[in-house]
């Protein structure tokens, strides 16, 4: 296979022309992984390293495993996306350049004086989207602790620490604590954001707010995603209204990662 060949072997780049950018690339079987990044690296001369998936995402913190095989032993970058800029290392944390889009349009339905919930908020982006988008108060867990220290770096980075305040731990043992408080809460991690709906309600302001909520599946996706949070939320004594539906990214053929946004009203006093 020729160089037109690689340019169909799709990958993602992470990081800018000003301060460099790590290519992360899976390599189908029977290619040369050397080959395939050189090419890369011949077609972006801002390219310092190239990274090859080597595995899935596993572990607690939806790390991917990757391997250096072309280019520099420092895979640390700076990523802009509209208007801000995330430091991070994708061999350490979980980071998707493909969701810019995704962040900007869910910053886009914030209202100015919200106080959100970023449940799960790796180095930082959709929190800092939304701070740098309206006036908003954001609070993001992260349990990660190389993401949590890069969201805090990354809020400084963009001068919005008056506005986006980073705890790291664990979302099940941190949130308790913040019950009550907020007008909108944000559950980005598809595989697993399901098992923590009962803490973002519980998150909400006594009369209710907005959850975004994020799923994974084949084409039935929207439907369990929704059947499952309004269930959820009515065993709780609450009233979950879909308002919102989206598909954010695509993992494989038939298989989606989707967005849900609720909005959320107890169903009687409390």
């Given at each position: 296979?020729?160089?037109?060949?690689?340019?169909?072997?799709?990958?993602?780049?992470?990081?800018?022309?000003?301060?460099?950018?790590?290519?992360?690339?899976?390599?189908?079987?029977?290619?040369?992984?050397?080959?395939?990044?050189?090419?890369?690296?011949?077609?972006?001369?801002?390219?310092?390293?190239?990274?090859?998936k080597v595995g899935a995402r596993e572990g607690e913190f939806r790390v991917r495993p990757?391997?250096?095989?072309?280019?520099?032993?420092?895979?640390?970058?700076?990523?802009?996306?509209?208007?801000?800029?995330?430091?991070?290392?994708?061999?350490?944390?979980?980071?998707?350049?493909?969701?810019?889009?995704?962040?900007?349009?869910?910053?886009?339905?914030?209202?100015?004086?919200?106080?959100?919930?970023?449940?799960?908020?790796?180095?930082?982006?959709?929190?800092?989207?939304?701070?740098?988008?309206?006036?908003?108060?954001v609070l993001g867990i992260e349990l990660n602790p190389i993401a949590a220290r890069y969201?805090?770096?990354?809020?400084?980075?963009?001068?919005?620490?008056?506005?986006?305040?980073?705890?790291?731990?664990?979302?099940?043992?941190?949130?308790?604590?913040?019950?009550?408080?907020?007008?909108?809460?944000?559950?980005?991690?598809?595989?697993?954001?399901?098992?923590?709906?009962?803490?973002?309600?519980?998150?909400?302001?006594?009369?209710?707010?907005?959850?975004?909520?994020?799923?994974?599946?084949?084409?039935?996706?929207?439907?369990?995603?929704?059947?499952?949070?309004?269930?959820?939320?009515?065993?709780?004594?609450?009233?979950?209204?879909?308002?919102?539906?989206?598909?954010?990214?695509?993992?494989?053929?038939?298989?989606y990662k989707i967005r849900v946004d609720f909005l959320i009203k107890p169903t009687d006093?409390?």
């Amino acid at each position: 296979m020729g160089n037109r060949g690689f340019r169909r072997i799709p990958y993602d780049l992470i990081g800018s022309r000003e301060t460099g950018a790590v290519a992360v690339v899976e390599v189908p079987e029977g290619l040369s992984p050397l080959e395939v990044a050189r090419d890369i690296m011949r077609r972006h001369s801002h390219v310092k390293s190239v990274l090859q998936k080597v595995g899935a995402r596993e572990g607690e913190f939806r790390v991917r495993p990757l391997r250096l095989i072309a280019g520099s032993e420092d895979t640390e970058v700076i990523h802009k996306e509209y208007g801000y800029r995330l430091k991070l290392d994708p061999r350490y944390v979980y980071f998707s350049p493909r969701e810019a889009t995704e962040r900007r349009l869910l910053a886009k339905q914030v209202r100015d004086g919200e106080l959100i919930l970023v449940m799960f908020a790796g180095v930082g982006p959709y929190a800092i989207a939304m701070a740098k988008a309206k006036e908003v108060e954001v609070l993001g867990i992260e349990l990660n602790p190389i993401a949590a220290r890069y969201f805090q770096e990354n809020v400084l980075l963009n001068k919005i620490g008056h506005k986006v305040f980073p705890i790291e731990g664990d979302v099940a043992f941190v949130t308790p604590a913040l019950y009550g408080l907020f007008d909108r809460v944000v559950m980005p991690l598809p595989k697993g954001a399901y098992l923590f709906i009962p803490y973002a309600i519980r998150a909400l302001k006594r009369n209710g707010g907005i959850i975004h909520f994020y799923y994974w599946g084949g084409d039935d996706a929207f439907r369990r995603a929704e059947d499952m949070f309004k269930a959820e939320a009515m065993r709780m004594g609450w009233e979950a209204t879909s308002i919102g539906f989206r598909v954010v990214s695509s993992y494989s053929p038939r298989i989606y990662k989707i967005r849900v946004d609720f909005l959320i009203k107890p169903t009687d006093i409390k």
